[in-house]
């Protein structure tokens, strides 16, 4: 995730020029195809962008979190382009809303809304580059540990389920899991219902060097 | 490839303020870890943006043509990070070169310029995360039949090595060289040295459908 912290003058101008949205959990915000209307600025909350496959995978492209806007859904509006993924609320969502119309002319008219797209823009250029080297080159199971380390933190339990780490990786639920299995006989982790508990992040980060 | 006309605004702010490069097929422009000191406009010519891996596979980002600038590079200029991927004209390039801080400047002063930046990055945006899709959801087949889809056009002749296609899918030359026997076999197209004959597009592009 890329973390933008809302400078004060973007704040003020976001504060003064447009109305706040709140959207739970499990929210669809946008599917494919969709024209963009409005770009959300989150304030709290987490927001999945997704691509589906017709064989029931998905493939997480990024997670929207707190500061930051959809990357694609302005790429949308700056292109007149149909979205095209799915956005869901993660975490239960707040945010400014912005009128596709008010973001085409802040950017003539607001030098600070100018550096947030930008740097929004080209942030999520490097981030999908990343994204392009893992898939062409890692094999699941270090993209699995790569998943693993990312989610866990400084934390050695992380609540998830095997579905949800394979919907991220563009992977199915069986392979996740026998994976997983592979994970825990080798000492990396414990599995339990609901949770995965990280026992030997050494060991897993050294499968990422491999 | 992302066909951009630099529009007439934009042309004579480039002829009045910026010099003009040349640089022959083969020259390695920019490399991983380089700091960005110019962004391009290519005016001639194409070039190729790659990233290497450690076995020697390599995988195409994209490439830039006419009218089109590194969007990578300009990234790299805006958030001040080193280059992560290899530049490296195919086709004798001729073009406009744009200092790091020209760039910057312009963003704020030039309307005509930050248009063509936000297009430039925004395109790239949605043609990065097609390259997702198919590296997460595509077999190497289809991948293989798109890349020789999008490379005759209306031709039927496609001048290339078995180890050029190998470098652009992150695959190798061995693998590519057994699926496009495979085509062969199949009659969709007939293999000779430095060169591929399709000779049956419609067949080809059934197997993209799969």
Not at 92 to 97: E, H, L, P, T, Y
Not at 166 to 190: P, T, Y
Request: hydrophobic residues 45%; charged residues 20%; glycine residues 4%.
């Amino acid at each position: 995730m890329i973390q933008t912290e809302l400078s004060a003058p973007l704040d003020f101008l976001l504060q003064h020029h447009v109305e706040e949205i709140t959207a739970p959990a499990g929210t669809i915000i946008a599917s494919p195809g969709d024209i963009c209307q409005n770009l959300i600025v989150l304030l709290e909350g987490q927001v999945r962008i997704y691509r589906p496959a017709e064989d029931g995978r998905s493939i997480t492209l990024y997670n929207v979190g707190k500061g930051e806007s959809c990357t694609l859904t302005a790429s949308c509006i700056l292109n007149t382009t149909a979205f095209p993924a799915i956005a869901k609320v993660e975490k239960d969502a707040k945010g400014f809303v912005i009128s596709a119309k008010q973001v085409q002319k802040w950017l003539k008219t607001e030098p600070i809304w100018q550096n947030y797209m930008f740097s929004l823009l080209s942030q999520r250029i490097v981030a999908l580059i990343s994204l392009v080297d893992a898939l062409a080159f890692q094999n699941l199971d270090v993209r699995l540990a790569y998943w693993l380390l990312d989610h866990s933190q400084s934390q050695s339990i992380i609540n998830t389920t095997h579905q949800r780490i394979a919907d991220d990786l563009a992977s199915s639920r069986e392979v996740i899991s026998r994976l997983l299995k592979e994970f825990e006989v080798n000492g990396c982790l414990n599995l339990a219902r609901g949770y995965v508990e990280l026992i030997n992040r050494e060991k897993l980060s050294h499968l990422t060097l491999m």
